[in-house]
T-cell receptor
Framework: NAGVTQTPKFRVLKTGQSMTLLCAQDMNHEYMYWYRQDPGMGLRLIHYSVGEGTTAKGEVPDGYNVSRLKKQNFLLGLESAAPSQTSVYFC?????????????FGDGTRLSIL | SQQGEEDPQALSIQEGENATMNCSYKTSINNLQWYRQNSGRGLVHLILIRSNEREKHSGRLRVTLDTSKKSSSLLITASRAADTASYFCATRDSGGYQKVTFGIGTKLQVIP
């Protein structure tokens, strides 16, 4: 049981380049989330999805886009990377209600923008 | 601003001692969760306590919730070196948007 898988694990980009971070979950969860984690800032929600084909903005959505074409996948895109987007990105998933709303996290993608 | 704020930000104890971490929050919540993050890994859910509960236990973990003070505490008893990690509280708003907000975390070091 893989849980939540993020690819790639590490990436270095130059300013202005674009890339897509991939997240896949095999738990049939309805909800999926993208966070960024920065020192002293905790986790901040970028975008989230409550189901296939739906996405919504979180706390810090600027500079990012997302898509959820399949229930098990949630993609995070950076169209024109900026040094301020250097961070560790975490994907998470959860069921939609009740106690089972506990989130399951991937191991993160460490992204550096030069 | 952060909904959950953990205190202390860092804690160092000897193996076998108890570790207590606190979390304060600002708004009405539906539930509060605690997560652990080992270095270089993602967060792992530890325990969830609902707003109408005052105390929950899970193994060596004890969580309390005081909604009147908008605070929670996580107690790890008989700590082990493997408990070394960062611990985060996360609150789920009681409003229509069921967002979970994470705090900055407490970094716990358990010295063998």
């Amino acid at each position: 049981n893989a849980g939540v898988t993020q690819t790639p694990k590490f990436r270095v980009l130059k300013t202005g380049q674009s890339m897509t971070l991939l997240c896949a979950q095999d738990m049939n969860h309805e909800y999926m989330y993208w966070y960024r984690q920065d020192p002293g800032m905790g986790l901040r929600l970028i975008h989230y999805s409550v189901g296939e084909g739906t996405t919504a903005k979180g706390e810090v959505p600027d500079g990012y886009n997302v898509s959820r074409l399949k229930k098990q996948n949630f993609l995070l895109g950076l169209e024109s990377a900026a040094p301020s987007q250097t961070s560790v990105y975490f994907c998470a998933s959860s069921y939609h209600s009740g106690r089972a709303r506990a989130q399951h996290f991937g191991d993160g993608t460490r992204l550096s923008i030069l | 601003s952060q909904q959950g704020e953990e205190d202390p930000q860092a804690l160092s104890i000897q193996e076998g001692e108890n570790a207590t971490m606190n979390c304060s929050y600002k708004t009405s919540i539906n539930n509060l969760q605690w997560y652990r993050q080992n270095s270089g890994r993602g967060l792992v859910h530890l325990i969830l306590i609902r707003s109408n509960e005052r105390e929950k236990h899970s193994g060596r973990l004890r969580v309390t919730l005081d909604t009147s003070k908008k605070s929670s505490s996580l107690l790890i008893t008989a700590s082990r070196a493997a408990d070394t990690a960062s611990y985060f509280c996360a609150t789920r708003d009681s409003g229509g948007y069921q967002k979970v907000t994470f705090g900055i975390g407490t970094k716990l070091q358990v010295i063998p």
